[in-house]
């Protein structure tokens, strides 16, 4: 998994590699933090959110990579082990949820919900 996550004065960096980037057409999102509502480490089933697919890759319990049309909203996943999924909800912003994996997610969602709470 090669998705990297840091946090630029107020803004925080989604970088993207690999299969990530070429299915999602994306290698860097860059989220205002003061858009960022809620961050939360729930496991993200496969079947959650379903909608349409815009742009990107789904193989069933493989992988769920790119944008998706859902009732909620547009909706972005890198998910490829749900165990290991963050999910940030956001405002004013063109997803309303960008659900992504990562190593450590406890710790990175920690990070940011301390960072937003002192905002």
């Known amino acids: 998994m ?3 996550i840091s946090i630029e004065k107020d803004v925080l960096k989604i970088e993207l590699t690999g299969f990530d980037e070429f299915f999602t057409f994306k290698r860097i999102i860059r ?3 003061n858009k960022i509502v ?3 480490t729930e496991k993200v089933d496969w079947g959650s959110y379903l909608g349409w697919r815009i742009l990107g890759a789904n193989i069933p ?3 769920k990579d790119g944008i998706y049309s859902t ?3 547009l909706i972005f996943f890198v998910e490829h082990n ?3 999924c ?3 909800t956001l405002k004013d912003f063109k997803y309303k949820k960008i659900i992504i994996e990562v190593d450590n997610k406890e710790e990175i969602a920690e990070k940011i919900r301390e960072i ?3 905002r």
């Open 2 to 4: 090669g998705t990297r």
């Open 31 to 33: 989220i205002p933090l």
């Open 38 to 40: 809620e961050v939360s």
């Open 61 to 63: 319990k493989i992988i």
């Open 71 to 73: 009732s909620e909203g």
């Open 82 to 84: 749900p165990e290991k």
């Open 86 to 88: 963050i999910t940030l």
């Open 116 to 118: 937003i709470k002192n």
